[in-house]
Nanobody
Framework: QVQVVESGGGLVQAGGSLRLSCAASGSTFRFATMDWYRQAPGKQRELVATITSGGSTSYADAVKGRFIISRDNTKNTVYLQMTSLKQEDTAVYHC???????????????WGQGTQVTVSS
C-alpha cells in the first residue's frame, strides 16, 4: 500500500506564499501521477494541479500563474509552491497519488489527510 502525507500548510496573509509538500511511501513514486486538490468549507473538492510521471503539469484556471507543482523523485515528494495567495485559496489541500498497470488499470490511488491553508486579509 502507498501512504501519502501532506505538510506545509498554515496561516498566511493575502499576497503571501506557502510551499506544500506531499511525501509518498513505496518504490513506485516515480511512475505515479500526482495531484493536488483542495476543499473549502461548504464547497466540493476541486483539482488544483497535476504533474505526471514525465513531468508534464496542468493547473486549474484559478491558480494559473500563481501556483507551481513540482516533484523530486529522489525524495518521493511532490510540492505545491503557492504565491500571491488570496482569501479564496483558503481550503484543506490534499495530495493524490495515482499509479497504473501497463494496461491502464489503477494500481494505487492514495490520498493524504490534508493540510490546512488559511489566507487572511
Amino acid at each position: 500500500q502507498v501512504q501519502v502525507v501532506e505538510s506545509g500548510g498554515g496561516l498566511v496573509q493575502a499576497g503571501g506564499s506557502l510551499r506544500l509538500s506531499c511525501a509518498a511511501s513505496g518504490s513506485t513514486f516515480r511512475f505515479a501521477t500526482m495531484d493536488w486538490y483542495r476543499q473549502a468549507p461548504g464547497k466540493q473538492r476541486e483539482l488544483v494541479a497535476t504533474i505526471t510521471s514525465g513531468g508534464s503539469t496542468s493547473y486549474a484556471d484559478a491558480v494559473k500563474g500563481r501556483f507551481i507543482i513540482s516533484r523530486d523523485n529522489t525524495k518521493n515528494t511532490v510540492y505545491l509552491q503557492m504565491t500571491s495567495l488570496k482569501q479564496e485559496d483558503t481550503a484543506v489541500y490534499h495530495c493524490n497519488f495515482r499509479s497504473f498497470f501497463t494496461g491502464g488499470s489503477v494500481q494505487y490511488d492514495a490520498w493524504g489527510q490534508g493540510t490546512q491553508v488559511t489566507v487572511s486579509s
